[in-house]
């Protein structure tokens, strides 16, 4: 719920007598996109939460500088590992995609180096 919970004071009456009461924070079921996952993902939160979402950018920028406990959320806990996860695949397949590209590079310039070789010869 982004921080936020129960709040608790007292109701004050006109003849100033005092009565407990309990706010409760404005919870509502929203619908965010996740562009790492490339999904829609439905979450109850503050709308405190949706305003800092769109602060942070995101939900994905949100889950990954929140902690586990700071999240407080099984489903933001769940989330957030599975954009860990993602994320850590896309680094790996870019730097794969980065090696390949040196890779090939290397082998047309060796090819060129042969040609200009044959063609002195």
Partial sequence: YGGKSLGF????????????????PNVQNKTVFSEILDERIRFKMTTHALRTIDKYGGIDNYLTKHSHEELNSMPGSYYKDLIHNKKAELRKAQRNAVAKAEEEEFESELKMEEAEAAVAA
């Fill in 9 to 24: 004071g007292h109701k004050v009456s006109h003849s100033n007598r005092k009565s407990k009461r309990t706010w409760h």
